[in-house]
């Protein structure tokens, strides 16, 4: 009996997985598909689900993709080193005849995979090519000199480009997700999985109109793709929420005795120190590169953090921002991000000086810093 193994988090397992699982199968003729969870995810901290709800949740996606399917938890019993070199062969003496499924953007980094002479010893690799990432037929013309071509099969199917952390940042807002299925967004809202920030977002959302709450959760999706795109490295948690509460107090103007910068009340920029004060006070975040994140989205200034840099760009080019020249300005950011960061305050700077309605100091120092000296 030919069985495919397929392995991944499963945090939570998506669409696109059992389609590639499907594919495989039908292309390869297989009976069986064994999939195995991992037992310690590389990113532990974003917000992974244990190991048992995630074998739940595996259960419940492939379940009727092969003939047979096995949710085989033998990451959990070895415990660690559970590299493939090492999983393989074990899997290969249980199960038989096996062919190993993965895509073609992890082939590309197989020179660095643990033993990975012995991975391509231990079964035939199936390889289906990811949208957005070589080909499985270039990939293994690549790897397969080394590693003997004869050791891999190019598949077909042509994956989507679906990212784990998107589907868990739409469910951490109290989205469904599209990417997963029925069962699988069923199960994670009856069992009130990554409900981790939904008083925060309900609290929200009752200071904002509908307009601007879908504003703020389009900022936070676009600040997550941008760290993950450019691997900006910034903490999962810190970017969710400086983008989450960027405009809290965007229509809450009151001062309340909080200390803001005179100069920025009754200005357009008051909303950025108040939001800062406001989260503090309201949201009960106390972590300074959250709420200087907060702060200065939407003046910048002069050598900014990353994660400020990230907010202030994320705030600009989120996807409810349609109106030129924002399109132009994302493709930019999405191709480069630092670039697209001196566009948009190069963008924002110019339409000030057009509009002749004065310009916040913090903006001009920024203006200096990253784009007049960036040009000497």
């Not at 003939?67 to 033998?74: A, L, Q, T």
């Not at 992890?106 to 289906?128: G, H, M, T």
């Not at 691997?231 to 969710?240: A, E, R, T, W």
């Amino acid at each position: 009996m030919k069985t495919i193994i397929f392995g991944g988090a499963f945090a939570p397992p998506h669409k696109e997985h059992i389609e590639m699982c499907r594919s495989a199968i039908k292309e390869l003729g297989a009976d069986r598909l064994v999939v195995v969870p991992t037992f310690l995810p590389a990113h532990k901290t974003e917000h992974y689900l244990d190991f048992e709800t995630r074998v739940e949740l595996s259960r419940i996606a492939f379940n009727g993709v092969a003939r047979e399917v096995i949710v085989d938890k033998i990451e959990k019993d070895r415990g660690k080193d559970n590299y493939s070199a090492y999983i393989l062969p074990l899997l290969k003496e249980k199960y038989g005849e096996i062919v190993y499924l993965i895509g073609s953007d992890s082939l590309q980094y197989f020179d660095k995979w643990r033993e990975p002479q012995n991975v391509a010893k231990a079964c035939k690799i199936a390889v289906c090519t990811r949208e957005g990432y070589e080909s499985a037929e270039d990939v293994i013309n690549s790897v397969g000199s080394k590693y003997g071509k004869e050791n891999f099969i190019a598949l077909k199917y042509v994956g989507k480009d679906v990212s784990s952390s998107m589907i868990r940042t739409k469910l951490l807002l109290g989205e469904n997700a599209d990417e997963l299925t029925d069962e699988i967004n069923e199960y994670v809202k009856s069992h009130g999985l990554f409900d981790d920030y939904r008083d925060m977002v309900n609290q929200l959302k009752s200071y904002q109109s509908d307009e601007l709450f879908f504003h703020s959760k389009s900022v936070v999706k676009r600040a997550i793709d941008f760290n993950n795109k450019h691997i900006l490295l910034q903490d999962y948690d810190k970017v969710f929420l400086a983008a989450l509460l960027h405009d809290n107090a965007k229509q809450r103007k009151s001062l309340d005795g909080l200390d803001v910068p005179k100069d920025a009340v009754g200005t357009p920029v008051l909303h950025q120190f108040l939001g800062a004060e406001k989260a503090r006070r309201d949201f009960g975040i106390e972590d300074e590169d959250i709420l200087n994140a907060i702060r200065y989205h939407t003046t910048a200034k002069a050598n900014m953090t990353m994660l400020e840099k990230l907010i202030y760009t994320a705030d600009s080019l989120s996807d409810d921002r349609d109106y030129d020249p924002i399109p132009r300005l994302r493709e930019i950011a999405i191709k480069d991000f630092d670039a697209g960061f001196r566009a948009i305050l190069k963008f924002t700077y110019d339409k000030i000086v057009e509009r002749g309605t004065g310009m916040y100091p913090l903006t001009e120092d920024a203006y200096q810093y990253y784009i007049v000296e960036n040009n000497k």
